[in-house]
């Protein structure tokens, strides 16, 4: 992707960045998922920028089927939950704000230690920085999932964490075939739906997301 203007680059990798901080910021259900749409439509352009000049009728189906998961149909499943359950603000977390930054701010320091190095020379010449803000990505995105205790936040963790890796495949230049790509864009919707299906018989079963709540499993 060297090719590419570095400038929309860095912004479009800043945007996937701020969109995994500012999710454990957020305290509605609703702006979470729309802070997930905000990263994966970034991804969804980096995925369009990196193929436009080998362009073929199958990688424009799977960029075609990303956008179509990532930007409408994960959302409307996310946002139909929320509707149905009434899940308007999101439930608390295992950190209180000021540590759960002061975590971030750990990770990203971390990455940018010799610890990260070998990861980050995979980047071509004068890109260890995109690659350096996904790999920070990744792991702010897997402390969301640790550090949220509704069920809702931990699955758009998971996603965002997804976001994280293809980003990362994408500005180490690692080589997707458009067949995986899709089938990725398959698995993430089958995902999704399934995921939402058993989100609402939690709900059901317990009338709460609250993971801290489901000590013990009945029948």
């Not at 905000?38 to 352009?45: G, T």
């Not at 362009?55 to 994960?74: H, R």
Request: aromatic letters at 8%; proline letters at 3%; a positive charge.
């Amino acid at each position: 992707m060297s090719h590419i203007i570095p400038q929309l680059l860095l912004a479009l990798a800043t945007v996937i960045f701020a969109a995994a901080v500012f999710l454990h910021l957020a305290r509605k259900n609703s702006s979470a998922v729309r802070l997930y749409v905000m990263q994966s439509a970034a991804v969804a352009c980096l995925l369009l920028l990196a193929s436009f000049e080998h362009l073929s009728p199958l990688l424009a189906m799977a960029i075609l089927s990303t956008f179509a998961v990532k930007l409408v149909i994960a959302p409307f499943f996310f946002f139909r939950l929320i509707r149905r359950h009434q899940l308007k603000f999101t439930v608390s977390t295992y950190l209180n704000t000021p540590l759960t930054l002061a975590i971030i701010a750990v990770l990203v320091t971390l990455v940018q230690s010799d610890i990260f190095k070998p990861l980050v020379r995979l980047a071509p010449s004068g890109q260890g920085l995109l690659l350096t803000t996904t790999i920070a990505t990744i792991l702010i995105s897997m402390l969301l999932m640790i550090n949220r205790k509704g069920a809702l936040s931990q699955m758009i963790g998971i996603l965002s964490l997804e976001n994280g890796i293809v980003a990362f495949a994408l500005f180490a230049g690692l080589e997707q075939s458009p067949a995986l790509q899709m089938g990725i864009t398959f698995n993430i919707m089958i995902w999704i739906m399934i995921a939402s299906v058993f989100v609402t018989m939690i709900f059901r079963q317990f009338g709460s997301l609250d993971v801290t709540t489901m000590k013990e499993l009945t029948e």
